[in-house]
């Protein structure tokens, strides 16, 4: 293969990508906005499902790696009603490997190993043709004979095959997180347990998840119009929390105690694209994971976008005919990730709702 190949985004997707790609013995141009693998936090922990984020580890060869560094416990999960009484408490059986967690900077880390990655590459535009030319933020430019999009939510790549924008599911996220909590807050340990705790309310939830080294990340959800996380600054943490925790007026004091505990908090409004969402296949680009098909977050998404990183990069490193390859992957792509688009469209709707009985009836299902 002489061919020149990129990937825009040195997130999960474009990382695995790249990774069966060296595996193959071929080289690919990673670029990636940030100007360093810690330029910004990680973010949560990930459950990586045997068939699908475990199996893109196999293909790359990491999957023992992956093993040595997840935590099979992370996959318990307990239900807590508003007033504290636990309904649910879902332990892994012993041995039991089918969705362990792992600290996203640590997936990073794992993938990134001996791959070449061009931080501080903030990509602008990309101009289909043979071959495809990439301009980047600081006026440079340069061509590829395929670009793959792998920049999430708001991509640059997009925008060459596709007019669709996200739009506003009626449901915003805010984010906190609590260090140290075993020796800190030993009760509130216990509370989450080894894995994550949910708790959900009318049109409202709090989910709180175990990271490693005693950090946990707190997930307020919320139903809420596009505007509501503008009616505070953001940066004035003790006001985020006070419109936070008046979300929760009534519900148990340790469960709120992991908001009081926040010592930083970040507004997420959650986009999707429309479940349908396809192109009329152009030479020279694709797109993978939330750049494709961005969908609610209830732990498909990266699983969805790895596999298909490394779906992409053994079809690419196989292929006589590389622009063949990537419209085979595309169509094998877009009736995969519709059927999941659809699930986790529903799932949001029943974990967000007026009716509580909802969520507990989508996580018994799940179970």
Same mark, same amino acid.
Do not use: C
């Given at each position: 293969?002489?061919?020149?190949?990129?990937?825009?985004?040195?997130?999960? $997707?474009?990382?695995?990508? @790249?990774? =069966?790609?060296?595996?193959?013995?071929?080289?690919?141009?990673?670029?990636?906005?940030?100007? &360093?693998?810690?330029?910004?936090?990680?973010?949560?922990?990930?459950?990586?499902?045997?068939?699908?984020?475990?199996?893109?580890?196999?293909?790359?060869?990491?999957?023992?790696?992956?093993?040595?560094? +997840?935590?099979?416990?992370?996959?318990?999960?307990?239900?807590? %009603?508003?007033? /504290?009484?636990?309904?649910?408490?879902?332990?892994?059986?012993?041995?039991?490997?089918?969705?362990?967690?792992?600290?996203?900077?640590?997936?990073? %880390?794992?993938?990134?190993?001996?791959?070449? #990655?061009?931080?501080?590459?903030?990509?602008?535009?990309? =101009?289909?043709?043979?071959?495809?030319? =990439?301009?980047?933020?600081?006026?440079?430019?340069?061509?590829?004979?395929?670009?793959?999009?792998?920049?999430? @939510?708001?991509?640059? #790549?997009?925008?060459?095959?596709?007019?669709?924008?996200?739009?506003?599911?009626?449901?915003?996220?805010?984010?906190? +997180?609590?260090?140290? #909590?075993?020796?800190? !807050?030993?009760?509130? &340990?216990?509370?989450? /347990?080894?894995?994550?705790?949910?708790?959900?309310?009318?049109?409202?939830?709090?989910?709180?998840?175990?990271?490693?080294?005693?950090?946990?990340?707190?997930?307020?959800?919320?139903?809420?119009?596009?505007?509501?996380?503008?009616?505070?600054?953001?940066?004035?943490?003790?006001?985020?929390?006070?419109? #936070?925790?008046?979300?929760?007026?009534?519900? +148990?004091?340790?469960?709120?105690?992991?908001?009081?505990?926040?010592? &930083?908090?970040?507004? !997420?409004?959650?986009?999707?694209?429309? =479940?349908?969402?396809?192109?009329?296949?152009?030479?020279?680009?694709?797109?993978?994971?939330?750049?494709?098909?961005?969908?609610?977050?209830? /732990?498909?998404?990266?699983?969805? $976008?790895?596999?298909?990183?490394?779906?992409?990069?053994?079809?690419?490193?196989?292929?006589?005919?590389?622009?063949?390859?990537?419209?085979?992957?595309?169509? !094998?792509?877009? $009736?995969? *990730?519709?059927?999941?688009?659809?699930?986790?469209?529903?799932?949001?709707?029943?974990?967000?709702?007026? %009716?509580?009985?909802?969520?507990? *009836?989508?996580?018994?299902?799940?179970?």
């Amino acid at each position: 293969m002489r061919q020149r190949i990129a990937v825009v985004g040195g997130g999960p $997707a474009g990382l695995t990508f @790249a990774r =069966v790609m060296h595996r193959h013995g071929h080289p690919v141009t990673v670029l990636e906005r940030d100007p &360093a693998p810690d330029a910004r936090p990680p973010g949560g922990a990930l459950d990586l499902h045997e068939g699908m984020g475990q199996r893109a580890l196999e293909k790359a060869g990491l999957l023992a790696e992956f093993e040595a560094l +997840s935590r099979p416990e992370g996959q318990a999960m307990r239900i807590l %009603d508003t007033d /504290g009484t636990v309904l649910r408490d879902w332990k892994p059986d012993p041995g039991e490997r089918s969705n362990p967690e792992i600290d996203r900077g640590q997936l990073r %880390d794992l993938l990134l190993g001996p791959l070449d #990655v061009q931080w501080g590459r903030g990509v602008t535009e990309v =101009v289909p043709g043979s071959p495809a030319l =990439v301009r980047f933020s600081d006026g440079r430019q340069e061509t590829f004979d395929l670009v793959v999009g792998a920049d999430g @939510a708001w991509s640059r #790549v997009r925008r060459a095959l596709s007019p669709v924008t996200p739009h506003y599911t009626g449901v915003t996220a805010v984010e906190t +997180s609590v260090d140290d #909590v075993d020796s800190r !807050r030993p009760d509130l &340990a216990r509370l989450i /347990g080894d894995g994550s705790m949910a708790v959900y309310g009318v049109n409202r939830g709090l989910v709180a998840q175990r990271n490693s080294g005693g950090h946990v990340k707190v997930y307020v959800q919320v139903r809420v119009p596009p505007e509501w996380h503008t009616e505070v600054d953001p940066a004035d943490v003790g006001a985020v929390r006070s419109q #936070v925790l008046g979300l929760f007026d009534g519900w +148990s004091a340790p469960v709120l105690d992991l908001l009081r505990l926040g010592d &930083a908090f970040t507004y !997420r409004p959650l986009y999707v694209l429309p =479940v349908s969402h396809t192109w009329d296949h152009v030479p020279g680009v694709t797109l993978l994971g939330d750049a494709a098909h961005l969908m609610p977050p209830l /732990g498909v998404g990266a699983n969805l $976008a790895m596999l298909e990183g490394a779906e992409l990069a053994e079809s690419v490193a196989a292929a006589d005919d590389l622009d063949e390859a990537v419209r085979a992957f595309e169509e !094998r792509m877009w $009736a995969r *990730a519709r059927g999941w688009a659809e699930m986790t469209a529903a799932g949001l709707e029943r974990l967000v709702s007026p %009716d509580p009985a909802q969520a507990l *009836a989508l996580f018994d299902e799940v179970q």
